[in-house]
T-cell receptor, first 109, second 117 residues
Framework: GQNIDQPTEMTATEGAIVQINCTYQ??????LFWYQQHAGEAPTFLSY??LDGLEEKGRFSSFLSRSKGYSYLLLKELQMKDSASYLC??????????WGAGTKLIIKP | GAVVSQHPSRVICKSGTSVKIECRSL??????MFWYRQFPKQSLMLMAT?????????EQGVEKDKFLINHASLTLSTLTVTSAHPEDSSFYIC?????????????FGEGSRLTVL
């Protein structure tokens, strides 16, 4: 079956760095997305990786290793507004988007 | 960036009534739109894929006669929850892509929270 694993919940301190991991087992691979979702709101796009390596975008970076079926989202200089759920999603060989359950990130002062 | 607008954001209805949710791409043409539902503390669940001018493709377990999807133009898709019941209460979200839906960014609507009494 198709499966995406990410931690259920993480806690970090304001100003610090946090890494949210995502591992996937899918029938084929055509890209990996990270989305941010605040409670009660729709997800917003953070990053898209289709090749191995690190993509940096401001305070957020996303890494992909296709051979390991692994990605991480790195958040630097954490702010209170970063408290949200972070969703990992993979496009499989049929271009079906498979969603992870999301990681709830709690930022403490 | 591209904008997708969803309306209404909140709706409360009586059991047995029908509710229509609109999803509009405001500044781009979306040949494909996706409809999701999300229960509290759970991830997004794809309900159906809507292609302009053709019938929607429903995911397994989603009743197409209950969740009517119409994608009449390149900028508008609608989801109608027919004969709604309390178990249909959920957060419904649409998304659209401005380019290839298989490789590009998905733009999400604001979501519609449906409460069926």
């Amino acid at each position: 079956g198709q499966n995406i694993d990410q931690p259920t919940e993480m806690t970090a301190t304001e100003g610090a760095i946090v890494q949210i991991n995502c591992t996937y087992q899918t029938s084929g691979f055509n890209g990996l997305f990270w989305y941010q979702q605040h409670a009660g709101e729709a997800p917003t796009f953070l990053s898209y990786n289709v090749l191995d390596g690190l993509e940096e975008k401001g305070r957020f970076s996303s890494f992909l290793s296709r051979s390991k079926g692994y990605s991480y989202l790195l958040l630097k200089e954490l702010q209170m507004k970063d408290s949200a759920s972070y969703l990992c999603a993979v496009t499989d060989s049929n271009y079906q988007l498979i969603w992870g359950a999301g990681t709830k990130l709690i930022i403490k002062p | 960036g591209a904008v997708v607008s969803q309306h209404p954001s909140r709706v409360i209805c009586k059991s047995g009534t029908s509710v229509k949710i609109e999803c509009r791409s405001l500044d781009f043409q979306a040949t494909t739109m996706f409809w999701y539902r999300q229960f509290p503390k759970q991830s997004l669940m794809l309900m159906a894929t809507s292609n302009e001018g053709s019938k929607a493709t429903y995911e397994q377990g989603v009743e197409k006669d209950k969740f009517l999807i119409n994608h009449a133009s390149l900028t508008l898709s609608t989801l109608t929850v027919t004969s709604a019941h309390p178990e249909d209460s959920s957060f419904y979200i649409c998304s659209a892509s401005s380019g290839d839906p298989n490789t590009g960014e998905l733009f999400f609507g604001e979501g519609s929270r449906l409460t069926v009494l």
